[in-house]
């Protein structure tokens, strides 16, 4: 079992960085592939960011890429979700999710632990 609890976010305007993180407790924290999802009012729970177990290797939605960036830390059982260049449209509560499947995993349905979430708004 993997207990998983975002921080970090909040509201900012249009252009503004936020770092999101999320604490890992339980089971061996290096033996899992992390992520990033969001959701939106009204709308599906979406893909953002995978980083490998290692974190030698990430990938990202294509609506993020070159603004967020992911990162870990195993000493410290955290992951990080850097946010830069913000815009209205990134408003969504952000949850972080632990795999143990190899590789880059991108859906939903290849993640075994989830967190609750934290709300991050940008205005214009």
């Known amino acids: 079992q993997v207990q998983l609890v975002e921080s970090g976010g909040g509201l900012v305007q249009a252009g503004d960085s936020l770092r999101l993180s999320c604490a890992a407790s339980?089971?061996?924290?290096?033996?899992?592939?992390m992520g990033w999802f969001r959701q939106a009012p009204g709308k599906e729970r979406e893909f953002v960011a995978t980083?490998?177990?290692?974190?030698?290797?990430?990938y990202y939605a294509d609506s993020v890429k070159g603004r967020f960036t992911i990162s870990r830390d195993n000493a410290e059982n955290t992951l990080y979700l850097q946010m830069n260049s913000l815009k209205p449209e990134d408003t969504a509560l952000y949850y972080c999710?632990?795999?143990?499947?190899?590789?880059?995993?991108?859906?939903?349905?290849?993640?075994?632990?989830w967190g609750q979430g934290t709300q991050v708004t940008v205005s214009s």
């Open positions: 980083i490998t177990w290692s974190g030698g290797s990430t």
């Open positions: 999710a632990a795999g143990r499947k190899a590789g880059l995993p991108r859906f939903s349905y290849e993640y075994d632990y």
């Open positions: 339980g089971r061996t924290f290096l033996s899992y592939a």
